[in-house]
């Protein structure tokens, strides 16, 4: 079964740059999360989607941070303008529904300089 | 607010000990606890825990939950370099939300 993909693995911009991840998530699972994980700390959830909705954004900084899984397939996260804190891991994760452990992709790391 | 707490922050330990990760959790509408391993970027997934009591086992590792004092601990016995991570639990609530700990980060030395 393949995994959780994401793409692209590594990327640095300079600050008030534009930047967009991209996450495939396991075949036939509808929900997928976006994670923030800065370097020491756990994941921070940004953003939930259950099929093409959002559940829960409560998380994302929305006067930069914006995310869209419009077939309900995979997504994309945004970042308009960066800024230096957002240097971190981004980790998509997907599960088959609610109640089901999440699969993780290996995350973007992400460097604002 | 809902919180995650694991605890030790950081261990080292040398091959052969048994080690104790703990996790401590208040968040409302729980529905499950989910230990996880990371490695290097991706955390890989252990175990998931909705009962009290029931210990879940998988070789080395075992795990259990106490739902009464808002608890899990995860046990790793002989351990060995390859054991050498961040342990990572998350609780999921209603919704499926997740809401990770910072993690334990292990190192065992031969």
């Known amino acids: 079964e393949a995994g959780v993909a994401q793409s692209p693995r590594y990327k640095i911009i300079e600050k008030r740059q534009s930047v967009a991840f991209w996450c495939n998530p396991i075949s036939g699972h509808a929900t997928l999360y976006w994670y923030q994980q800065i370097l020491g700390q756990g994941p921070k959830l940004l953003i939930q989607f259950q099929n093409n909705g959002v559940v829960d954004d409560s998380q994302l900084p929305k006067d930069r941070f914006s995310a869209e899984r419009l077939k309900g397939v995979d997504s994309t996260l945004k970042i308009q303008p960066a800024k230096l804190e957002d240097s971190a891991v981004y980790l998509c994760?997907?599960?088959?529904?609610?109640?089901?452990?999440?699969?993780f992709g290996q995350g973007t790391r992400l460097t604002v300089v | 607010e809902d919180k995650v707490v694991q605890s030790p922050l950081s261990l080292v330990v040398h091959e052969g000990d048994t080690v104790t990760l703990n996790c401590s959790y208040e968040?409302?509408?729980?529905?499950?606890l989910l230990w996880y391993k990371q490695e290097k970027k991706a955390p890989t997934f252990l175990f998931m825990l909705?009962?009290?009591?029931i210990e879940k086992k998988s070789g080395r590792l075992s795990s259990i939950l106490d739902k009464k004092e808002l608890f899990s601990i995860l046990n790793i016995t002989a351990t060995q370099t390859g054991d050498s991570a961040v342990y990572l639990c998350a609780v999921v609530r209603t919704g499926n939300q997740f809401y990770f700990g910072t993690g334990t980060s292990l190192t065992v030395i031969p």
């Open positions: 909705t009962s009290s009591g």
């Open positions: 968040v409302t509408n729980f529905r499950s």
């Open positions: 994760a997907s599960s088959l529904q609610l109640l089901t452990e999440a699969f």
